[in-house]
């Protein structure tokens, strides 16, 4: 089993609300506008760390992240990657990628939105944690968690971790 705490759009922004989730994890997944590499190096020092970049991301972030991650993690095919749409409205980049490596989980973010849809059509499950930093127009700084056991998705929580303007 393992246990993941998966990460959105900080742009930039890590706090100890946060590091406390971080805490309970075997691995952070980012799905990308991490923002910093002071980000991405505190959350590897603390724990270890699969990320995407995302359209904020400088040079520094793309050169050490890719624009997908496709892997396996305890018997679960996942595809994680910053943009990219959601169940019956993804964009064709995607939706190609999808159709070749055939994900159980599907992870994006970009839209700061916390979106958790099984995609019946194509069997997978479509996460989006929202959005952990506070630049955006979301209202709530949000994560998830969750484990993989065996190649299954169990534990999903939605962590809420209070209002974009709070520091």
């Known amino acids: 089993m393992k246990k993941i705490v998966l ?37 590897k020092a603390l724990k270890p760390l699969r990320a995407v970049c995302g359209n904020i991301d400088g040079h520094q972030l ?24 959601y169940p019956k409205k993804y964009n064709a980049r995607v939706r190609e990628l999808i159709r070749k490596h ?11 939105i916390l979106k958790v849809i099984y995609d019946k059509d194509l069997d997978l499950l479509h996460l989006n944690p929202g959005a952990v930093g506070r630049s955006g127009f979301h209202k709530i700084r949000t994560l998830l968690r969750f ?10 929580e939605v962590v809420e971790l209070g209002p974009r303007s709070s520091t």
């Open 102 to 112: 055939r994900p159980q989980l599907y992870i994006c973010g970009h839209s700061h």
């Open 7 to 43: 990460l959105s759009d900080s742009h930039g922004y890590l706090d100890q609300a946060i590091e406390n989730h971080l805490a309970w994890a075997d691995e952070v997944w980012h799905a990308g506008d991490i923002g910093s590499t002071t980000v991405s190096d505190r959350i």
């Open 62 to 85: 793309r050169v050490e992240f890719s624009e997908n991650e496709i892997f396996e993690c305890e018997g679960v095919h996942v595809l994680m990657t910053h943009i990219g749409g």
């Open 147 to 156: 484990c993989l056991t065996a190649g299954k998705i169990e534990n999903l």
